[in-house]
């Protein structure tokens, strides 16, 4: 899809590119967080990351962000079934590769504000750190 050539696509790509800056403000708090291990809550942690990834997979696809939404569905694959049935700790063994990935999609993040799909992010080897997790 050519979102320049239309000006209504693209005052609405434009309009969810504006909205990433308040989810990359949220993902990195829960970087953060998970960094500093100073997490009064974990299950409302990673709900919240979970959250932030399962919008970002259904909705980055659509304005042509296939990396985001690539990393999106990683994240929400890995937390929504740990969230669900209550398995996430701040165990080292999770947060380590959790972190990573959560780096990743900030990266994509901030590549998408930039209108950049950041392709090259396809093969990054953080993005399969959580399989088999």
Same mark, same amino acid.
């Given at each position: 899809?050519?979102?320049?050539?239309?000006?209504?696509?693209?005052?609405?790509?434009?309009?969810?590119?504006?909205?990433?800056?308040?989810?990359?403000?949220?993902?990195?708090?829960?970087?953060?967080?998970?960094?500093?291990?100073e997490?009064?809550?974990?299950?409302?942690?990673?709900t919240d990351?979970?959250?932030?990834?399962?919008? =970002?997979?259904?909705? &980055?696809?659509?304005?042509?962000?296939?990396v985001?939404t #690539? !990393?999106?569905i990683e994240? /929400?694959?890995? $937390?929504g079934?740990?969230v669900?049935?209550?398995?996430l700790?701040?165990?080292?063994?999770?947060?380590?590769p959790?972190?990573?990935?959560?780096? =990743?999609?900030?990266? &994509?993040?901030?590549?998408?504000?930039?209108?950049?799909? #950041? !392709?090259?992010l396809?093969? /990054?080897?953080? $993005?399969?750190?959580?399989?088999?997790?």
């Amino acid at each position: 899809m050519d979102w320049d050539s239309d000006p209504d696509l693209k005052k609405i790509r434009q309009d969810f590119i504006d909205s990433l800056s308040e989810r990359l403000e949220d993902l990195v708090r829960i970087i953060n967080a998970m960094n500093s291990g100073e997490v009064n809550d974990w299950k409302q942690l990673f709900t919240d990351l979970h959250f932030l990834a399962h919008k =970002l997979a259904g909705t &980055a696809e659509s304005y042509g962000f296939s990396v985001l939404t #690539l !990393i999106g569905i990683e994240l /929400d694959d890995f $937390l929504g079934e740990k969230v669900i049935h209550g398995r996430l700790t701040d165990d080292r063994e999770i947060l380590v590769p959790l972190i990573k990935v959560s780096e =990743l999609l900030k990266e &994509a993040l901030e590549g998408a504000i930039e209108t950049n799909d #950041l !392709i090259e992010l396809k093969s /990054d080897p953080r $993005l399969h750190l959580l399989r088999g997790l």
